[in-house]
């Protein structure tokens, strides 16, 4: 797996890539050169000159108190799509891909992929291949979950907004869960965080990464994800996916989508200050436009 350039890094990350260095090496992996490709949600890094990436849960860690579970269902995706010929970058073969837990932090290792240069994505070609992943993803067998992760619940304890805005972000979340059960769509399994970041553009061909989100549900969450998208033309994208609704169609499936962006972003601003003005509009439009 690889997501980019190395990033900087800071003294936890730093504490984080010496417990997954030192995993590795148990197993015979010797990693001289680590490289953090990616420092956000999860952190990445390559444990060079192995072709080995390992993903240590960060901040989902905080979101998830079960992330273990995630995890292993990112491993069980990951390790199915690669059998039935999907392009993604799959577990590792060198070592257990885990989860493992070390000194309080779990790791999950996966083959490394080598990043192009252009990652940019044209709206028509992600749609068509997330729909390939769709139609493969139909014959998963494993057990998924039946809603999506809003993480609301969790997320609002690390939060400092005033208690009134989080109970009603609390309650919103059973909102907009219980109206997407009620829908009563088709289900598949997911991909789950179906946005362009979570297809990687490789010296070998695009690869899909990141399943932890996995759940069976509508593909209109899928393609949720797909049309609130900042990193592409979502609405382009959408309409070029096989018998897509519009934007308007998509339904509690949209609602919901927007709701975890919503507080994901809150939660991401508590690390990366930068994030605060961006998440606090986010968290004030959506207030503005819910229609309960």
Known sequence: MSEGTAEAVSGPVTAAVGTAVALAAEYGIVATEPVVLHDRANILVHLAPAPLVARIAWVTALARPDVRDYLARDLAIGEYLDKVGVPVVAPSRDLPAGPHERDGRLITFWRHARPAQDQTHRPAEFSGLLADLHAALRGFPGDLPTEPSLMVTEIVKHLREPPEVLDGLVADERRVLAALAAEGRPVQALHGDAHPGNLLRTVDGPRWIDFEDTWRGPVDWDLACVAFS???????????????????????????????????????????????????????????????
């Open 230 to 292: 900042p990193r592409m033309d979502g609405t382009a994208a959408l309409a070029a996916y096989p018998g897509a609704p519009t934007v308007a169609d998509l339904g509690a499936s949209a609602t919901a989508r927007r709701l975890q962006g919503v507080i994901w972003s809150l939660l991401m601003a508590r690390r990366d200050p930068s994030r605060v003005e961006g998440a606090r509009q986010l968290l004030a439009d959506w207030r503005a436009e819910r229609s309960w």
